[in-house]
């Protein structure tokens, strides 16, 4: 699977932003789908996990009800909607697919294949 991330860029604290992430290369649907983030100095951390059919969805803590995962499997897109953003949101966002489910997905040592990263940055 091929993975490319797209909607980074520079905002104010309180704005929003909207991620992609373009699959191609293998069934998308067989695969669960997620985004990481990684600050500087920092680990690369989990954020979000959507299923296959988009059926169940996995927040890290601090962006729940901020952060919204979806996908389009017509289209072979996952989004990340991204309100209320803060200074501590800034980083590097990776999304991330694993043949496993997207409770399993939370670790990046489960991951299967990484996109290459698109950068977020949240001034305050």
């Known amino acids: 699977v091929q993975l490319q991330a797209s909607g980074g860029g520079v905002v104010q604290a309180g704005g929003s932003l909207r991620l992609s992430c373009e699959a191609s290369?293998?069934?998308?649907?067989?695969?669960?789908m997620g985004w990481f983030r990684q600050a500087p100095g920092r680990e690369r951390e989990f954020v979000a996990s959507?299923?296959?059919?988009?059926?169940?969805?996995y927040y890290k803590d601090p962006v729940n009800g901020r952060f919204v995962i979806s996908r389009d499997n017509a289209k072979n897109v996952v989004y990340l909607q991204m309100k209320s953003l803060k200074p501590e949101d800034t980083a590097i966002y990776y999304c991330?697919?694993?043949?496993?489910?997207?409770?399993?997905?939370?670790?990046?040592?489960?991951?299967?294949?990484w996109g290459q990263g698109t950068l977020v940055t949240v001034s305050s």
């Open positions: 290369g293998r069934t998308f649907i067989n695969y669960a």
């Open positions: 959507i299923s296959g059919s988009g059926g169940s969805k």
């Open positions: 991330a697919a694993t043949a496993g489910g997207a409770s399993y997905l939370r670790l990046p040592s489960r991951i299967d294949y």
